[in-house]
């Protein structure tokens, strides 16, 4: 009995640490224009013009603040930069796209404004290993002139539209931070079911148990 309840607290602790880390504060950092929360975020995927599943991802501690709202939000065509880490001018047009760009070889503030340069209206930064990334500002930087959205997604993410654009179609991405959490809430039901199965258990033992004597 005992170890019921302990495992019923435990479940319950464990889910509420996980519905708290939906959202993430900004880093502090001593430029003061490094202001957005570093918030989960939703990349709309559309494929030849078919909506396909979003990618979860993390907006960044600079750039424009991704709107709430996908009425708000700029549906654009995405395009890897070329080289593919986006620290320098692209070869492969810009203007009016997503631009792609994976981490490594210079500071992700780099990778914004050169993109940003280009002509880009968003900048999806991607991770070389599972997990998205925590976009802070680099110490004693100036980042005042980066104000298109920045984000970062995951490998397993950038998979997914990888694959699309290697077969020759066109990808579209739309990038914005809903105002409600972002969570799975048939997983979380799914979750509450069996946690209340345990302690409809728990309590019916007891009880039985308290009859018998």
Known sequence: MAFSWRFIGLSILVFLLNVSSIAHSAPTNADKSCSNEINMMLVKLWVNGGEEDSIVGLSAAFGSVLPTDTKRASRLPA????????????STKLSGSIALARRGECEFITKATVA?????????????????????CPNNSTISNVTIPVVSIS?????????????GKKVELLLYSPDRPIVDYSVSFIWLMAVG??????????FTQSKER
Not at 80 to 90: E, V
Request: net charge negative.
């Open 155 to 167: 490998k397993e993410g950038a998979d997914i539209i990888d694959k699309y654009i290697n077969s």
């Open 197 to 206: 199965t345990i302690i409809c258990a728990a309590l019916w033992k007891k």
């Open 79 to 90: 395009v890897y930069t070329q080289p593919l880490n986006g620290c320098s001018a692209s």
């Open 116 to 136: 940003q340069a280009g002509g880009a209206g968003g900048v999806v930064l991607i991770n070389n290993e599972g997990g998205t990334l925590d976009i802070a």
